[in-house]
C-alpha cells in the first residue's frame, strides 16, 4: 500500500513563505515523478508543478516565479517553497505521485490526503 503524507499547510499572511512537505511511504518499486495540486474553494484541481526523477520541473503560470518545488530522492520527499503568497493561493494542497510498486507494475497516480494553505490578513 501506497501512502502520501503532506504537511506544513498553515495560515499565513499575504506576502508570506510556506514550506510543504509530502513523504511517499510502503511499497514502491519505482518514483517517476512526483508533485503537487491544489483545490481553490469552488473550483477544479490543478497543477501547481511537478518534479521527474532527474529534477525535471514543471510550474503552473500562476506561480512561476514565487513557488519552487524540489525533491530528496533517498528519502522519496518532496517539498514546496512558496513565498509571496496571495489570498488567491489559499487552498488545499496535494501531494501526486506517479510510481510503480513492483517490477511488473504500471505506472500509476497517487494522491495524499491534502493540507490547508490559507493566506488571509
Known amino acids: 500500500q501506497v501512502q502520501l503524507v503532506e504537511s506544513g499547510g498553515d495560515l499565513v499572511q499575504p506576502g508570506g513563505s510556506l514550506r510543504l512537505s509530502c513523504v511517499a511511504s510502503g511499497t514502491i518499486f519505482t518514483i517517476t515523478a512526483m508533485g503537487w495540486y491544489r483545490q481553490r474553494p469552488g473550483q477544479q484541481r490543478e497543477l501547481v508543478a511537478t518534479i521527474t526523477k532527474r529534477g525535471n520541473t514543471n510550474y503552473a503560470d500562476s506561480v512561476k516565479g514565487r513557488f519552487t518545488i524540489s525533491r530528496d530522492n533517498a528519502k522519496k520527499t518532496i517539498y514546496l517553497q512558496m513565498n509571496s503568497l496571495k489570498p488567491e493561493d489559499t487552498a488545499v494542497y496535494y501531494c501526486?505521485?506517479?510510481?510503480?510498486?513492483?517490477?511488473?507494475?504500471?505506472?500509476?497516480?497517487?494522491y495524499g490526503q491534502g493540507t490547508q494553505v490559507t493566506v488571509s490578513s
Open positions: 501526486n505521485s506517479d510510481l510503480r510498486i513492483s517490477i511488473t507494475d504500471i505506472t500509476r497516480s497517487y
